[in-house]
């Protein structure tokens, strides 16, 4: 039976900022708390201070991502992208993950990718790195990365998802993280 109800379809999102507090692009998390406050978001809480945040909307993602990007540009004045996913969906990523890492010698990563062209390219990429080194897997609009502690910047993936043409579509996040935002 359909709902009678005239309230909205609130939802309970992850906010991930891509390349703050790295690069001079500073911003602290009371800062980014009342920032995402202002722009109407409901019980703001911060995680860590690696730009994650969790957030209450009863818009839709593809309405909530420009505007948060907007209200980061106009709040903070960088070049803001950040990627939003419904808390439900970072739990299944996490569940998904498919590589059983001994986070003692390496980082288990995923990257998440605003567009699936994108996706597709970064995808592809894993087909150019040594799988005794590193281990990449495709996902759900997901990336799953594996890297050596230490080194996770210097691997082959890493440089080639570095590239310029996936800045405002890509970002990473430690397997952890993503379990401190659930």
């Known amino acids: 039976m359909p709902s009678t109800s ?18 001079g692009i ?6 980014l708390r009342r ?4 722009a109407g978001l409901a019980e703001v809480r911060t995680v860590l201070a690696s730009g994650n945040a969790l957030v209450t909307s009863d818009l839709p993602v593809a309405r909530l991502r420009p505007e948060i990007e907007t209200a980061l540009r106009d709040a903070f004045g960088y070049e803001a992208w950040v990627q939003v996913l419904p808390l439900e969906r970072i739990a299944a990523i996490v569940a998904d993950y498919p590589f059983d890492t001994d986070e003692a010698t390496h980082h288990p990563y995923v990257m ?4 699936d062209a994108a996706l597709g390219e970064v995808g592809a990429l894993a087909a150019e790195v040594d799988p005794d080194v590193e281990q990449v897997r495709p996902g759900e609009g997901v990336i799953y990365w594996e890297a050596p502690k230490g080194s996770s910047t210097d691997t082959a993936f890493a440089k080639l998802t570095s590239r ?7 970002t990473t996040r430690n397997l952890r993280t993503l379990r401190k935002l659930l």
């Open 6 to 23: 005239s309230e909205p379809n609130v939802a309970r999102y992850a906010v991930l900022l891509r390349g703050v507090n790295v690069g």
């Open 112 to 115: 998440f990718c605003a567009d």
């Open 35 to 38: 920032v995402l406050e202002a």
């Open 164 to 170: 310029a043409r996936y800045k405002s579509v890509l």
């Open 26 to 31: 500073n911003v602290k998390m009371a800062d």
